[in-house]
């Protein structure tokens, strides 16, 4: 996979073939907020939305979604890690929700102090 691939592509790819690895902090909010591996998977393998990017550490947050029944879509966000040719690091993966995020690609302002 040359290095000029679209990073969406370049993570569905190497997330198809099980070149991929879930850090902790992703698995801490897969229990905290009731979605799993699965469902992971899925919400990368769909249509991704790219919502921010930090190229110089060749990380990408992306927006997918996945399904908690047959009749709900629920937003994942992904921070997907590509430093590496053959693998991708799932960073974090969490449900955005008020008040870091007022919509699935929109920040907002965080906790109120």
């Not at 990380?59 to 709900?72: A, I």
């Not at 890690?81 to 991708?88: A, E, G, N």
């Amino acid at each position: 996979m040359s290095s000029s691939t679209d990073p969406l592509k370049r993570i569905q790819q190497l997330v198809a073939k099980g070149a991929y690895r879930v850090r902790l902090h992703a698995v801490r909010h897969m229990i905290e907020e009731a979605f799993d591996e699965r469902q992971m998977l899925e919400a990368l393998g769909g249509k991704l939305t790219l919502v921010e990017e930090y190229p110089d550490e060749a990380r990408y947050l992306v927006l997918g979604h996945f399904s908690f029944t047959t009749r709900s879509r629920t937003p994942l966000h992904v921070l997907c890690d590509v430093s590496l040719k053959d693998v991708v690091d799932i960073v974090t993966a969490y449900i955005p929700q008020r008040p870091w995020w007022t919509g699935p690609t929109v920040r907002g302002q965080g906790p109120k102090k």
